[in-house]
């Protein structure tokens, strides 16, 4: 029992330390929420409002001001007496130990100090808007009278730099001067603000018109001086040139007053300061004047490089005309003879009306050059063209000369060739003839015969009335080939016979011994002497040949060969 008591007036002990700690720290935080209180209902901004209210406002200032001034008056006599009287109850439950309560009434009266104070300093800040305004609008003011006064003298002074801009330009300035005027009037009259949007304007107009003086001086320049000048040297060497009876293939007058007509466009845009027409109209101009200074160059140089190439074209055209006549006489001589090649004397003849084009064309420039009607960079053109139709005519002739002299080597190579083939087979007949044979096989005969007609096709073809060299040739290397296939056949033949006959010779001396062998002896020499197939003869006695004594076939080859 006495332990529980112990322990309860322990606990009541512990109990009134935490009340009267919380008690302790609440009275803390209630002193900082009554010096705050206090310092709102110091009436902080009174000297901020006196001196708005000796600015004598009007308008959006002083509507702004008012608004304000009344926001803050509603707080400073409502609100921050009842913040007060809050913080005094909550004082006092506090001291009575409604500690709980204290601590909670607190921290709500804490959360509308934070307002009151945020609302105290946003009105501050308005007033603050209104008080820096003028000031700025003071300096801003003086600054921009001043640029626009510069700008404005610089302008009227300097009109002849800005040609038909120069009305626009004024009435920009008189814009300006309407907002700077607006301006004054509004700050005579107290409205800060309204006076502040009449700078803004001004300042944007300003630094806008600068900007345009700018773009203008260039423009105006090259419509007022570089253009002209341009177009009065064009003209005056246009003139020039027609009085010495120069032709164009355009219309040079009429491009001349297309530029005029531009120049005076361009200038209607810059007086309205469209920029972009202005600028689009002068690349315009600016592209047919370096047109124009081309054509009129053009023609200049063309006449020099023309008169001084007429006789040097002339020259190179009866030089072509001359080697294009020889080349026809050996063509008509060879044409007696020989088959020419189509392909080349189709060009030849091509090149021929070539010529007689390339002559006219000649002809009706150099009349015009003499009748003074003549385009002189078209007659340049002419020249050239004539030019690379005689370089191309003269190389392809050179490669049709080069053919014919080929085709007069080929027949002499071919003759000495056939003349070859003539011989190389009569020793292949000789050759055959040697062996003393009673027939040869009917493919050899076959091939012998056709290599034959082949030689002689040749002599008929070199002999004929007109020589085809181009089929000669080819044949000539046909025959070569099947004469060359012709001597291994016959020397095939040989072979085969010669062994042939030595196997059946050495075979007589088994005849009697072997019946077998003598079967095939038989019918070797019967395919030898009556069916002249010397091979199949000479497999038939190989065969029975080597039964009866082995190797003796390529022992008896080997002594041939030897």
Do not use: C
């Not at 190389?395 to 080597?409: F, G, P, R, T």
């Amino acid at each position: 029992m006495y332990l529980f008591i112990i322990v309860v007036i322990l606990l009541m002990v512990a109990f009134l330390w935490y009340m009267w700690f919380l008690q302790k720290r609440n009275n803390g935080e209630l002193e900082q929420l009554q010096k705050r209180g206090e310092v709102l209902k110091e009436d902080s901004l009174r000297d901020q409002i006196e001196k708005l209210e000796e600015m004598k406002l009007t308008g959006a200032s002083l509507d702004s001001f008012g608004q304000s001034k009344q926001q803050y008056s509603k707080q400073l006599n409502e609100t921050v007496p009842k913040v007060l009287a809050d913080i005094s109850n909550t004082t006092s439950k506090n001291a009575n130990f409604n500690v709980f309560g204290a601590s909670s009434e607190s921290k709500k009266i804490s959360l509308e100090l934070d307002k009151l104070e945020k609302t105290f300093e946003d009105i501050s800040g308005s007033f603050s808007k209104i008080v820096e305004s003028n000031e700025q609008n003071a300096t801003t003011s003086e600054v921009l009278h001043s640029e626009y006064e510069s700008l404005r003298k610089e302008i009227l002074t300097k009109s002849f730099n800005y040609g038909p801009a120069t009305d626009r330009l004024e009435s920009e300035l008189n814009e300006i001067a309407g907002f700077l005027d607006q301006e004054d009037k509004l700050t005579e009259q107290g409205d800060h603000l309204e006076a502040r949007q009449y700078l803004d304007d001004a300042k944007v107009k300003l630094s806008m018109i600068k900007d345009q003086v700018q773009l203008i001086v260039p423009l105006y320049n090259n419509l007022n001086k570089e253009y002209p000048g341009q177009v009065e040297e064009i003209e005056s060497v246009y003139d020039k040139l027609i009085k010495q009876h120069y032709e164009f293939e355009g219309d040079i007058q009429a491009q001349i007053d297309e530029v005029h007509e531009n120049i005076e466009k361009s200038n209607e845009a810059l007086s309205t300061l469209n920029f972009d027409t202005v600028d689009r109209t002068n690349e315009n101009i600016h592209d047919a004047i370096n047109s124009l200074y081309d054509a009129l160059s053009r023609e200049i140089n063309s006449k020099r490089d023309v008169l001084k190439q007429q006789k040097p074209v002339l020259d190179y055209l009866n030089h072509a005309k001359f080697q294009h006549n020889r080349l026809d006489e050996t063509i008509q001589k060879l044409e007696e003879n020989y088959v020419l090649n189509e392909d080349d004397m189709n060009d030849f003849k091509e090149h021929g009306k070539t010529l007689n084009r390339i002559v006219s064309e000649y002809d009706q420039d150099v009349q015009r050059i003499a009748d003074k009607s003549i385009v002189f960079s078209k007659a340049e053109s002419d020249f050239k063209e004539i030019i690379d139709d005689l370089d191309k005519i003269e190389a392809k002739e050179k490669v049709i000369n080069d053919n014919l002299n080929q085709m007069l080597s080929s027949e002499q190579i071919s003759r000495k060739s056939v003349e070859q083939y003539a011989h190389k087979i009569q020793i292949q007949k000789k050759s055959v003839e040697q062996l003393n044979l009673k027939g040869l096989p009917e493919d050899y005969l076959e091939y012998f015969y056709m290599v034959s007609d082949e030689i002689k096709k040749l002599y008929d073809g070199l002999n004929s009335e007109r020589v085809n060299m181009e089929d000669i040739s080819k044949q000539v290397i046909v025959t070569q080939e099947d004469l060359e296939n012709l001597v291994q056949k016959t020397n095939d033949l040989k072979q085969t016979v010669i062994l042939a006959e030595k196997l059946i010779q050495y075979s007589n001396r088994y005849a009697d011994k072997n019946s077998g062998l003598k079967e095939s002896l038989d019918r070797a020499r019967s395919l030898f002497d009556a069916d002249f197939n010397y091979e199949q003869a000479l497999t038939v006695i190989s065969e029975a040949l080597e039964n009866i004594e082995p190797g003796s076939v390529d022992r008896i080859k080997d002594t041939i060969s030897a």
